[in-house]
């Protein structure tokens, strides 16, 4: 019903930045919640940054004032710009977009911070 593709992950030295995107597909109109999870090798997979449809956002304390997600009118593409990259954010990111009450999910992007 909804599909998702993200793009922008890769290998970028500490203090760098990246700019991750999902594009959306397929029956997006009642998309109300888009966000970017991570998971590190022996971690659990955990809740990055969402937005919502009314335009509000929540971000994790160890991305506040780093990380800023956006999403277009549309609501067909989310993004996640990075800054001030740290080792400790290697995982790789994953799309989640909420239709209705189902989630969906895409199949990542890796992000490796290092030197």
């Known amino acids: 019903q909804v599909q998702l593709v993200e793009s922008g992950g890769g290998l970028v030295q500490p203090g760098g930045s990246l700019s991750l995107s999902c594009a959306a597909s397929?029956?997006?109109?009642?998309?109300?919640?888009m966000g970017w999870y991570r998971q590190a090798p022996g971690k659990e997979r955990e809740l990055v940054a969402d937005?919502?449809?009314?335009?509000?956002?929540n971000y994790a304390d160890y991305v506040k004032g780093r990380f800023t997600i956006s999403r277009d009118n549309a609501k067909s593409t989310v993004y996640l710009q990075m800054n001030m990259l740290k080792p400790e954010d290697t995982a790789r990111y994953y799309c989640?977009?909420?239709?209705?009450?189902?989630?969906?999910w895409g199949q990542g992007t890796q992000v490796t911070v290092s030197s």
């Open positions: 989640n977009a909420l239709y209705i009450t189902t989630p969906f």
């Open positions: 397929g029956i997006i109109f009642s998309i109300s919640r």
């Open positions: 937005i919502f449809s009314d335009g509000s956002t």
